[in-house]
């Protein structure tokens, strides 16, 4: 009796402290902590783990190696860890947006699946970068208090320098469809950022 008592405990105290830890995991993803490994790996001039950073998100098809969004994640990365771009940044601007029911940008950050963060950063040797950001929840999608608000976990799924196409697949983003890419619509308040100083 006395060991099916200790086994019981001990397997309730796994439970409970794997619960723990992935539960303060996600408390703690924030979208910040994904940039912030992005240029952390860029600045040391760490191509692949950057690109480890960016996610691919995995829609069910085939993705081709010459896809739009593929081609701009290896060749920005490449192009700041060149660079050792990400030593210093600077936030400009954070747009919380609404990724469920009628996407838009949005004040509250409870019920927000996508951070669009306007970073500014320098290179080794002083070059500006100004880049936006897109993290979203995991499957793009978050019901937020509808559904209870359950923990998100953030993914980078693209960077893009200010005023380029965004590139990422869906409206939720702000975009709009021109044949095979997106990009900021002239209405979408992506594109009522302010011109960067250079």
């Known amino acids: ?90 936030v400009t601007r954070l747009a919380w947006w609404r990724t469920c029911c009628e996407p838009g940008e949005i004040q509250d950050q409870a019920n927000a699946g996508l951070a669009r963060v306007h970073v500014t950063t320098h290179g080794a040797d002083g070059t500006p970068y100004y880049l936006v950001f897109e993290i979203a929840v995991r499957d793009v999608v978050y019901w937020g208090d509808a559904m209870g608000s359950p923990p998100r976990e953030w993914r980078l799924y693209e960077v893009h320098r200010e005023n380029e196409l965004c590139l990422f697949p869906s409206p939720a983003f702000g975009c709009e469809r021109r044949g095979q890419l997106w990009r900021p619509s002239a209405t979408s308040p992506a594109m009522r950022i302010a011109t960067p100083r250079y």
């Not at 910040?32 to 950057?50: K, N, P």
């Not at 896809?67 to 771009?85: C, I, K, Y």
């Open 1 to 90: 009796m006395r060991r099916r008592l200790i086994i019981a405990f001990t397997a309730l105290t796994v439970v409970v402290l794997s619960s723990w830890l992935v539960a303060s995991y996600l408390l703690a993803d924030t979208p910040q902590r994904h940039i912030d490994r992005y240029l952390a790996a860029t600045s040391t001039g760490d191509f692949r783990g950057a690109l480890a950073e960016w996610a691919i998100r995995d829609t069910g098809g085939k993705v081709s190696a010459s896809d739009p969004l593929l081609v701009r994640r290896n060749d920005l990365t490449a192009e700041l860890a060149s660079a050792r771009a990400g030593r210093d940044r600077d």
